[in-house]
DNA sequence: CATAAGAAACATGCTTGACTGTTTGCAAAA
DNA sequence: TTTTGCAAACAGTCAAGCATGTTTCTTATG
């Protein structure tokens, strides 16, 4: 990328060669499954020789987690951009749905369901990834936490609907594998769902600001 | 089973045979997941020859098929079951969703999650597994068709509230890979759940007759 | 009813192929 | 020239499918 010269430092070499081993992964993950996704594989993907995959990744279990992290953490970088940008704009929460469903969809649950039931055998991978994945979680909080914040909404109930939110759109993606296109479901159901999440977060309309009703109880 | 002496007939032997190689199938696709569900292990884990399980199943690929296919059929003779024990009885749709959650948290959706990726890549696989879920979600219906007519909700309605139930659920169970030991997290978000439901299924009183509001307005 | 022929169920061993982890060789950068 | 990044060859393991034996049941026939 930097520098189109051919001459370029050790530390370049590396790193271009990791990010592609990394991104060859995923791709791998996402496009023919985690049983698939075999270490000449990832290296033909790459464009490298296995040679150097295993130059830069000791085990396959390494390189999948550790790919699988950056992906994550990648993630949980535009989750804290998106944050901000709403708490900016003020955001409604029908654009979290959306937004929540366009990342889940594109790709990241899908390559969380690849790797989810090897995580649920393997206690070192597992292990590996639950830090990750508490990252990305307080990413989605941020958001949730300013739509609380400006509704008067009692976190505790944020959370609620948050990861009902999170766990009805994984429920979602899953199902999209054995009942494929039919886009009108999906939306169907999303549009049920942004309509008992406005319910949980009354607008606050730019005059009144009376119209806080008894969200959140119990 | 029947008839502890020696001699069964050739269907006795053949069935049983069959059956304990697809138990073996799916307790390996639960406890170790569709990785490590090898021919050689399914057959230990029966207790009979690889032979037998080459004998009865042509393909590794055949007998995860059949096994799955099987599991699905007897869980949709449960809610069928189910469904007309709840007809007879009247139930509350707290009933429902806390049949759905054992359900699919009893081992159903943890094996789903190893065979779903599966099914991603590969059509053939996918193609036999389609007309057995389609008859699981009919054994849905069944139960949530009877408390539509009870309460009076449009169909439609209640077919968006059931998918969104079942999605839910999916994605909770998806969550408990990565966020276990957690009970109360996930009967909190089921509480929540139960009163959403319930207020798109106003309760059917005893006596008044007039307390169907108007669910299933857009 | 006894029994032998045949069919079905099951067992064992072999072959092939592929993947993982490792080691050795080499060229470019420091 | 010493280290680092990479390439290629190698060795060990294991599962899948197949092919060939062996046992258990069924049935037709005398």
Redesign the pocket.
């Known amino acids: 990328m930097s520098g189109t010269g051919?001459?370029?430092?050790?530390?370049?070499?590396?790193a271009?060669?990791?990010t592609r081993l990394m991104n060859a992964t995923i791709d791998l993950l996402h496009d023919r499954g985690l049983a698939?996704?075999?270490?000449?594989?990832?290296?033909r993907q790459a464009g490298?020789?296995?040679?150097?995959?295993?130059?830069?990744f000791?085990?396959?279990?390494?390189i999948i987690s550790v790919s699988v992290a950056d992906m994550l953490s990648k993630t949980t970088r535009d989750l804290h951009r998106f944050a901000e940008d709403f708490i900016a704009r003020g955001g409604s929460s029908d654009e979290i749905v959306d937004y929540i469903w366009q990342m889940m969809e594109d790709r990241l649950f899908y390559v969380t369901m690849e790797y989810l039931p090897e995580a649920r055998h393997n206690p070192d991978f597992r292990a590996e990834l639950i830090p990750t994945v508490r990252d990305f979680h307080a990413g989605l909080d941020a958001i949730w936490t300013a739509l609380a914040a400006r509704t008067g909404v009692a976190p505790d109930h944020t959370r609620i609907v948050m990861n009902a939110t999170m766990c009805l759109v994984r429920g979602m993606i899953s199902q999209t594998v054995l009942r494929p296109n039919d886009p009108a479901y999906y939306q169907g159901m999303l549009t049920f769902w942004k309509q008992q999440v406005r319910q949980q977060f009354p607008i606050q309309a730019a005059s009144s600001q009376d119209s806080r009703r008894k969200a959140g109880a119990r």
Chains 1, 2 share one sequence.
């Open positions: 051919k001459r370029r430092s050790q530390k370049e070499r590396s271009e060669t990791s698939r996704t075999t270490t000449p594989e990832i290296a490298v020789s296995r040679g150097a995959l295993t130059h830069h000791t085990t396959r279990e390494a």
